[in-house]
């Protein structure tokens, strides 16, 4: 066996032992739920107005800001998820968003700065959702 | 604001808005890449950075309102659709550049080294993304585990075979054993990434097992039918341009429409265009003049104008500012981390296990991290996919320009010039070398001519033919890389080879691609260990000195001595004229005349030039006496000289005289003739530009070449100059 072809041998068992179990651990993931996009907001508290929310979202890092105020974006983090409702916290603000898991239709609550009870559409998402991959964005 | 819509035509006019754009676009491409390049950084390195500079990360950071106004959201559409079609006919073009003779037969070693450095990225990659997945990516259908786990992994193997095949061909590494081996590896990473990102977008695209299966079929036999049914085809177009002598439009059109329809039927079946155009281009003949003229006809408009605003478009999608945090930037570096780790650790390590030694796998491995703008295609694809979010695109883009950018510096480091040096260095102990670098074809007769009559007596004798190819303009694709390239088939050699054939003299051919001739010069005398170089001048482009720009560089940058060809007579000459005041230029000059005088019968005369009834003292006239003698009464040989001394207030008025009655006129670099080396002279030099004969100007740099003993009678002749002065 020339030492090429071990090499080679060597790094075929890799590939396939290193791939299979990657796959295998992997699938067992599951990634921060998608709520990237904007966000039609009614407001549930009297004398709080409407409002858009956009959400640029990374995994667990988020960046928000309203239309009424675009240029103060809150830098937000995923601290944690109960039962449907996801938590994210970033300085003083902190931000709750719960509902079904994938669903347009939300509640919003926010404390800190802009703080308010809304509920919550999705007008438009920021990453592809249908199957052919050409929608958002 | 209003200033700038106004002259952006109130933003209501696209076309006019487009072309501001697109204006911007290619003149930063072109400043920020000419700019790289002369950091000896790959251009399409700044041409890149170009397009991000134009983004959110900096333009829009800077100046919001403007980059709003230049940039406005809906006018995106048109860069994207202009970026899209740009990067299907560059996909084209990689493919028309794949050589199968760089893949075959290229060994063992080549094979498991260009397969580990794909796979040791790869799994590294996916591994990576069980760190990634759960912090950076959202739950979506096209962020399903899988499909980003294989699109990190492809992210992360590809290599930029056009980038690194250029630094090959500058650093003349492309036909070293390192060089060798790593072009057969990007060759083979190349068609294997873009095969990998075919199968993971069908995974990302298809809806389950069965559609999956589906895209699979399709894409299988799609593959079939390009090479049984479409490339006997395009053979057929060979032939028809080879009968026809050119490329008609007529075919360029049949060829465009091919790639379009490739490209429409492999993004119909789900693997995307970009790899049907690939594939057209892949399966074209090679070697032919069909694949070059469609190349040079294609690669312009493609590279030099729709490559940048695909730069442009990337940079206005990648949002630096996303990363703002502590945590983001570990992530990122995290992500260069692995990438080199996978790459260059994998290269490397496979390498070292084939038996190549350390230094020189390091460099295979440091080439192969080169990543350049294939990275940006892929993760363009990516993110149009919805593969990848926002921070993991600007991340892996970070990652993309980092592993290209370190690529050169860090080459210079694990592989210096000097060690390739070492390896090129000639002995020492043979006999006379002048080397000829030839540029123009029509000059290299009579230098070649020159140098027989210089060095005819020397039975080991050694002439080198150089031609310094630069190297190709668009360095973002195409490579000038050709391994079957030899010296002796090089065009601007050809008449002065076959000059030496009929002079039955040996002359060794040597060509390289340089992007600084004149060091290159002096560095290929220096490592040949050359006594003269032998040039013909060229008039500088920006001044009216003979002796400036490249001669100039050549003159004063060599540690060879240096002889500058003025030719104005078509034959070898008969009487030969050398002014004489002492200094170690006219000494050479007076060396070289005796050599020429012994092998071609030349009548030389030596002119001593005093001021006006000026009293020249008997030892002087002895010293010049001696020294011709030296030079010209060797007893077993000894040739004709004629001492001729003339009173003259200027001594170039008189050389312009007296070289009248001469053929040639062999003239040291002297500031008493009117003849200084600089590089940006504004004065013609009167000697070389009056006197009707032919010219050489010559340049001593005694101590290196007298230090080796190489130049005969130097040190005689310098100790007699001793009395002269």
């Keep these: 066996l020339s030492r090429p072809t071990a090499v080679y041998l060597v790094m075929i068992v890799v590939l396939i032992a290193g791939l299979w179990a990657v796959l295998a651990i992997g699938s067992h993931l599951v990634a921060p739920e998608d709520l990237a996009g904007k966000w039609k907001l009614q407001s549930t508290i009297h004398g709080i107005p409407d409002d858009m929310l956009n959400i640029e979202q990374s995994g667990r890092f988020y960046q928000i800001s309203f239309d009424r105020d675009p240029t103060h974006r809150l830098d937000l983090k995923w601290t944690d998820r109960t039962a449907n409702m996801v938590h994210l916290a970033g300085g003083d603000t902190k931000l709750t968003i719960s509902g079904l898991m994938d669903s347009d239709d939300k509640t919003v609550e926010l404390s800190g700065n802009h703080a308010g009870r809304w509920t919550a559409h999705r007008v438009t998402r920021a990453y592809p959702w249908d199957v052919s991959g050409k929608e958002g964005h | 604001l209003n200033f700038y819509s106004r002259f952006l035509g109130g933003g209501n006019d696209l076309l006019l808005l487009l072309l501001v754009q697109v204006a911007l676009i290619l003149g930063l491409s072109r400043v920020i890449g000419a700019l790289f390049r002369r950091m000896n950084q790959p251009q399409v390195v700044g041409e890149m950075l170009a397009g991000i500079m134009l983004g959110p990360s900096l333009f829009g950071w800077l100046a919001p309102a403007l980059s709003g106004a230049v940039f406005p959201p809906a006018s995106i559409v048109y860069l994207n659709v202009l970026s899209q079609v740009g990067v299907i006919f560059f996909l084209f073009l990689v493919g028309l550049e794949l050589d199968p003779k760089l893949i075959r037969n290229r060994g063992h070693s080549a094979v498991v080294i260009s397969h580990v450095s794909i796979v040791a990225p790869f799994l590294l990659g996916t591994a990576l993304s069980l760190l990634l997945y759960r912090r950076l990516f959202n739950h979506s259908p096209h962020m399903q585990f899988t499909s980003v786990a294989l699109f990190i992994g492809a992210s992360m193997s590809i290599t930029a075979f056009p980038v690194l095949a250029r630094i090959l061909t500058e650093r003349n590494l492309h036909k070293t054993k390192v060089g060798a081996v790593t072009i057969t590896c990007a060759a083979v990473d190349d068609v294997t990434a873009w095969c990998l990102l075919a199968l993971v977008i069908g995974i990302a695209r298809a809806n389950g097992i069965s559609s999956g299966l589906y895209t699979a079929g399709w894409a299988a036999l799609y593959v079939l039918v390009m090479f049984f049914g479409v490339r006997p085809f395009l053979r057929r177009l060979q032939l028809v341009h080879e009968r026809q002598g050119r490329l008609s439009q007529a075919m360029v059109g049949a060829i465009l429409l091919m790639v379009l329809v490739s490209a429409y039927i492999t993004e119909v079946i789900g693997i995307h265009a970009l790899f049907g155009a690939f594939l057209l281009g892949a399966i074209m003949p090679k070697g032919s003049e069909?694949?070059?003229?469609?190349?040079?006809?294609?690669?312009?408009?493609?590279?030099?104008?729709?490559?940048?605003?695909?730069?442009?478009?990337?940079?206005?999608?990648?949002?630096?500012?996303?990363?703002?945090?502590?945590?983001?930037?570990?992530?990122?570096?995290?992500?260069?981390?692995?990438?080199?780790?996978?790459?260059?650790?994998?290269?490397?390590?496979?390498?070292?296990?084939?038996?190549?030694?350390?230094?020189?796998?390091?460099?295979?491995?440091?080439?192969?991290?080169?990543?350049?703008?294939?990275?940006?295609?892929?993760?363009?694809?990516?993110?149009?996919?919805?593969?990848?979010?926002?921070?993991?695109?600007?991340?892996?883009?970070?990652?993309a320009l980092t592993t290209t950018a370190l690529t050169t510096p860090i080459l210079h480091w694990v592989y210096p010039r000097k060690l390739m040096e070492k390896e090129q260095a000639f002995d020492?102990?043979?006999?006379?070398?002048?080397?000829?670098?030839?540029?123009?074809?029509?000059?290299?007769?009579?230098?070649?001519?020159?140098?027989?009559?210089?060095?005819?007596?020397?039975?080991?004798?050694?002439?080198?033919?150089?031609?310094?190819?630069?190297?190709?303009?668009?360095?973002?694709?195409?490579?000038?890389?050709?391994?079957?390239?030899?010296?002796?088939?090089?065009?601007?050699?050809?008449?002065?080879?076959?000059?030496?054939?009929?002079?039955?003299?040996?002359?060794?051919?040597?060509?390289?691609?340089?992007?600084?001739?004149?060091?290159?010069?002096?560095?290929?005398?220096?490592?040949?260990?050359?006594?003269?170089?032998?040039?013909?001048?060229?008039?500088?482009?920006?001044?009216?000195?003979?002796?400036?720009?490249?001669?100039?560089?050549?003159?004063?940058?060599?540690?060879?001595?240096?002889?500058?060809?003025?030719?104005?007579?078509?034959?070898?000459?008969?009487?030969?004229?050398?002014?004489?005041?002492?200094?170690?230029?006219?000494?050479?000059?007076?060396?070289?005349?005796?050599?020429?005088?012994?092998?071609?019968?030349?009548?030389?005369?030596?002119?001593?030039?005093?001021?006006?009834?000026?009293?020249?003292?008997?030892?002087?006239?002895?010293?010049?006496?001696?020294?011709?003698?030296?030079?010209?009464?060797?007893?077993?040989?000894?040739?004709?000289?004629?001492?001729?001394?003339?009173?003259?207030?200027?001594?170039?008025?008189?050389?312009?005289?007296?070289?009248?009655?001469?053929?040639?006129?062999?003239?040291?670099?002297?500031?008493?003739?009117?003849?200084?080396?600089?590089?940006?002279?504004?004065?013609?030099?009167?000697?070389?530009?009056?006197?009707?004969?032919?010219?050489?100007?010559?340049?001593?740099?005694?101590?290196?070449?007298?230090?080796?003993?190489?130049?005969?009678?130097?040190?005689?002749?310098?100790?007699?100059?001793?009395?002269?002065?």
């Design chain 2, 290 to 399: 069909f694949v070059k003229t469609l190349t040079e006809k294609l690669e312009d408009f493609t590279v030099v104008f729709l490559l940048p605003v695909f730069f442009a478009f990337t940079g206005l999608k990648t949002r630096i500012g996303v990363l703002d945090n502590a945590e983001m930037w570990m992530y990122c570096g995290l992500v260069i981390l692995v990438a080199c780790a996978g790459k260059f650790g994998g290269s490397t390590l496979a390498a070292r296990a084939c038996g190549m030694p350390w230094r020189e796998a390091g460099a295979i491995g440091i080439l192969m991290n080169t990543r350049g703008l294939m990275e940006l295609v892929i993760l363009n694809v990516g993110r149009e996919l919805g593969v990848i979010t926002d921070a993991v695109f600007a991340m892996m883009v970070i990652m």
């Design chain 2, 428 to 725: 020492i102990t043979a006999g006379y070398k002048a080397l000829i670098p030839v540029s123009l074809p029509s000059s290299g007769i009579s230098l070649v001519r020159l140098a027989d009559a210089l060095t005819a007596d020397d039975e080991e004798r050694q002439i080198l033919a150089l031609t310094l190819k630069q190297p190709v303009d668009r360095d973002a694709f195409r490579t000038g890389l050709n391994l079957d390239d030899l010296p002796e088939k090089t065009d601007s050699l050809q008449p002065l080879l076959s000059e030496a054939a009929k002079l039955e003299m040996k002359v060794t051919p040597v060509a390289f691609v340089s992007r600084d001739v004149p060091s290159d010069i002096a560095r290929t005398a220096r490592l040949r260990n050359v006594n003269l170089i032998l040039m013909g001048f060229h008039n500088p482009v920006y001044t009216s000195s003979i002796l400036g720009g490249t001669v100039h560089r050549v003159l004063t940058g060599s540690d060879s001595d240096v002889a500058i060809f003025v030719e104005r007579g078509d034959s070898l000459p008969r009487t030969i004229l050398v002014p004489f005041l002492g200094s170690k230029h006219d000494r050479l000059a007076l060396e070289l005349a005796g050599r020429m005088a012994r092998n071609t019968q030349a009548a030389v005369t030596l002119l001593h030039v005093t001021p006006p009834h000026a009293l020249v003292s008997e030892a002087r006239k002895d010293g010049i006496k001696s020294m011709s003698d030296r030079v010209f009464n060797d007893p077993s040989h000894p040739l004709p000289v004629t001492l001729r001394t003339i009173e003259g207030e200027s001594p170039v008025e008189v050389v312009i005289e007296q070289a009248k009655e001469f053929e040639l006129v062999v003239i040291g670099v002297a500031e008493e003739w009117g003849l200084e080396s600089q590089l940006l002279g504004f004065r013609a030099e009167r000697v070389a530009r009056e006197v009707a004969s032919s010219l050489l100007i010559v340049r001593k740099h005694g101590s290196f070449a007298a230090a080796r003993g190489i130049t005969g009678s130097t040190e005689a002749v310098a100790e007699i100059a001793k009395r002269v002065n």
